[in-house]
């Protein structure tokens, strides 16, 4: 067990709709990172925050919107979903967000978009 | 675009053999890291190398980082069962972005 939590665990949803994907890092971990992970793109870096700003912006399409809370929860919004949305995404947490940080990595969310 | 390919994609040995995975990035990397994800689970961090030429071991593990911090490799000396799952190479580049390698997926037969 990472200490990184993330809810749900599995999601089901329509094209078209949008979803919320919560994740709450390990105890003083200042910094979260969000990650896709599908069997034709791999493992991509979406975004990370840092003490509730984003400093790090990879492949994260317009449709997918993220933030970090005071409480330094994140959350990672996907809206207008498509078939190829369907994946499994990742959130890990460090303790300052340098890139020689350790990244523990949450259990993930499925999302399935039928 | 940027590019962390891995080599062989799958890699099937029998208990006891040795495992090699190698990792090449299309751009320099400012570090590097390895990360093992079982199969049902999520990527736990093994090790990070910073230094061009750097060599660090974990027991029956052993990690390189290549002299132009483009490639690197993970070797697995006399494998075991608790050793399957993928395993990724990832950095991140000068321009703050972060990658992950293609993987490498190890089957041990017992």
């Known amino acids: 067990d990472s200490g990184v939590t993330q809810t749900p665990k599995h999601l089901i949803t329509a094209t078209g709709q949008r979803v919320t994907l919560r994740c709450s890092p390990r105890s003083g971990d200042l910094s979260v990172y969000w990650y896709q992970q599908s069997l034709d793109q791999g493992l991509q870096f979406l975004i990370q925050?840092?003490?509730?700003?984003?400093?790090a912006k990879g492949n994260i399409l317009e449709r997918f919107s993220a933030q970090q809370f005071p409480d330094l929860h994140s959350e990672l919004n996907l809206s207008s979903l498509e078939l190829g949305d369907s994946a499994l995404y990742f959130c890990?947490?460090?303790?300052?967000?340098?890139?020689?940080?350790?990244?523990?990595f949450g259990p993930g969310t499925r999302l399935t978009v039928l | 675009g940027q590019q962390v390919m891995q080599i062989p994609q799958y890699q099937h040995v029998q208990e006891g053999e040795d495992f090699t995975t190698y990792c090449n990035s299309s751009t320099t990397l400012s570090n590097i890291q390895w990360y093992k994800q079982r199969p049902g689970g999520h990527p736990v961090f093994l090790i990070q190398?910073?230094?061009?030429?750097e060599v660090k071991k974990q027991k029956r593990l052993t990690f390189q980082f290549g002299e132009a911090k483009k490639n690197s490799s993970l070797h697995i000396t006399a494998t075991q069962t608790t050793d399957v799952g993928t395993y990724f190479c990832?950095?991140?580049?000068?321009?703050?972005?972060?990658?992950f390698g293609t993987g490498t997926s190890l089957t041990v037969i017992p």
């Open positions: 990832a950095g991140p580049d000068y321009s703050n972005q972060f990658y």
């Open positions: 190398l910073v230094k061009s030429g």
């Open positions: 925050y840092y003490n509730g700003e984003e400093r």
């Open positions: 890990a947490s460090s303790v300052d967000g340098g890139w020689t940080d350790t990244q523990y």
